[in-house]
């Protein structure tokens, strides 16, 4: 298995831009996370689904930041408008049945 | 709000010795611990967990120990190798909702040759 798939690796953009990262789980998977990484805070759940339903939204930061998954092999999450604080490393991972999570190798956010 | 805390950043170790890596946590709800492990330009991986009904758990030279009392927790890895120089992330979950799970915010741990 390829493992989780995220694109793309590194994005940078300017400030207000809309940004779009992607996340293909692994596949039978049915459980998906979306995670943020920073310095001060460490690795912050954000979202996540379960069989494409979102359960938990309380950590996403504000109403700029939305998550979506039409269909079991495929999330997205978007920032929209973009800010400087929102830069960090966003993981996406996957899980069967609230096992051990997998994780993907990162999408590193640089906003100017 | 860290409800899981590891307070120290950086750990340098030689090696052949033991790392000892600590964690702490709040939410007397959490029933479920886990350790990541993260190299540079990887996303964290698995390497070993512990539940509340026990104290220690041990896999190889990895070997984690709960106290469920002081809500801490440590990870303790010998003997340490070059290899094991990595970010280590403590995580907990609840008993009800393993997915809803809680990080820390690392510990660089160096082992030196």
């Known amino acids: 298995d390829a493992g989780v798939i995220q694109s793309p690796r590194h994005e940078v953009t300017e400030m207000g831009q809309e940004v779009t990262l992607r996340c293909k789980p692994i596949?039978?998977?049915?459980?998906l996370f979306w995670y943020r990484q920073t310095m001060m805070r460490g690795l912050e759940l954000l979202i996540y689904f379960n069989n494409n339903v979102p359960i938990d939204d309380s950590g996403m930061p504000e109403d700029r930041f939305s998550a979506k998954m039409p269909n079991a092999s495929f999330s997205t999450l978007k920032i929209q408008p973009s800010e400087p604080r929102d830069s960090a490393v966003y993981f996406c991972a996957s899980s069967f049945a609230a096992d051990t999570q997998y994780f993907g190798p990162g999408t590193r956010l640089t906003v100017l | 709000d860290q409800q899981v805390k590891q307070n120290s950043p950086s750990l340098s170790v030689q090696e052949g010795r033991i790392s000892i890596l600590n964690c702490d946590y709040t939410?007397?709800?959490?029933?479920?611990f886990l350790w990541y492990k993260k190299y540079p330009a990887e996303g964290p991986t698995f390497l070993i967990s512990i539940s509340s009904i026990k104290d220690k758990n041990e896999d190889g030279r990895f070997t984690v120990f709960l106290n469920k009392s002081a809500k801490h927790l440590s990870l303790h890895i010998v003997p340490s190798q070059p290899g094991d120089s990595a970010v280590y992330f403590c995580?907990?979950?609840?008993?009800?909702?393993?997915?809803?799970?809680?990080f820390g915010a690392g510990t660089r741990l160096t082992v030196k040759p």
């Open positions: 939410n007397s709800m959490f029933d479920y």
């Open positions: 596949s039978g998977h049915n459980s």
């Open positions: 995580a907990a979950s609840y008993a009800y909702n393993n997915n809803d799970m809680r």
